[in-house]
T-cell receptor, first 113, second 113 residues
């Protein structure tokens, strides 16, 4: 079974621009969660989508948004990029429900200049 | 809120040495506990998990026991290899926020010949 895939793997953007990151979960998984990893703040939860609905949300500004499609693929969008948004963005998928194991993709490395 | 505390790294060991990485947690209710490992340039891999008190998770020679009385989930391995060099993250999911993983800060392990 194929693992979680994320595209693109690397991105360089300029302050004020916006960016969209994509995540394809493991086949059959209906839950997709997003995390931000930085050296200063560590791993922080952004949000989770289950069956196209946002089910849980972390403490990030409204510039960070996401969505999930009917095939469970998910995208996250960051608008009006700031230097502090430079990070590794990780996507994780799970079956949802009573199964709490989350499987992570390789991440998208975003650099904001 | 929920939190996870890990021992500071880096931890440097010689090959075949015994490994312990300490992890304690604070959470309401009955969380599930996890260890993830991150190799350079990669996402997180689920190493092991435990879902209730006194459960022992194990995988690839690594073990951790869910100790509710001490709120701990220490990672151990009897004989480390150079290939175990990575960053290890302890994490929990609280049944009240079932999709949100709360991570510790990570412990870097360096194993030398």
């Amino acid at each position: 079974k194929a693992g979680v895939t994320q595209t693109p793997r690397y991105l360089i953007k300029t302050r004020g621009q916006q960016v969209t990151l994509s995540c394809s979960p493991i086949s059959g998984h209906r839950s997709v969660s997003w995390y931000q990893q930085t050296p200063g703040q560590g791993l922080q939860f952004l949000f989770e989508y289950f069956s196209e609905t946002q089910r849980n949300k972390g403490n990030f500004p409204g510039r960070f948004s996401g969505r999930q499609f009917s095939n469970s693929r998910s995208e996250m969008n960051v608008s009006t990029l700031e230097l502090g948004d430079s990070a590794l963005y990780l996507c994780a998928s799970s079956q949802g429900g009573s199964s709490y194991e989350q499987y992570f993709g390789p991440g998208t490395r975003l650099t904001v200049t | 809120g929920d939190s996870v505390t890990q021992m500071e790294g880096p931890v440097t060991l010689s090959e075949e040495a015994f490994l312990t990485i300490n992890c304690t947690y604070t959470a309401t209710g009955y969380p599930s506990l996890f260890w993830y490992v991150q190799y350079p340039g990669e996402g997180l891999q689920l190493l092991l998990k435990a879902t209730k008190a006194d459960d022992k998770g194990s995988n690839k020679g690594f073990e951790a026991t869910y100790r509710k009385e001490t709120t701990s989930f220490h990672l151990e391995k009897g004989s480390v290899q150079v290939s175990d060099s990575a960053v290890y993250f302890c994490a929990l999911i609280n049944t009240g926020t079932a999709s949100k993983l709360t991570f510790g800060t990570g412990t870097r392990l360096q194993v030398t010949l």
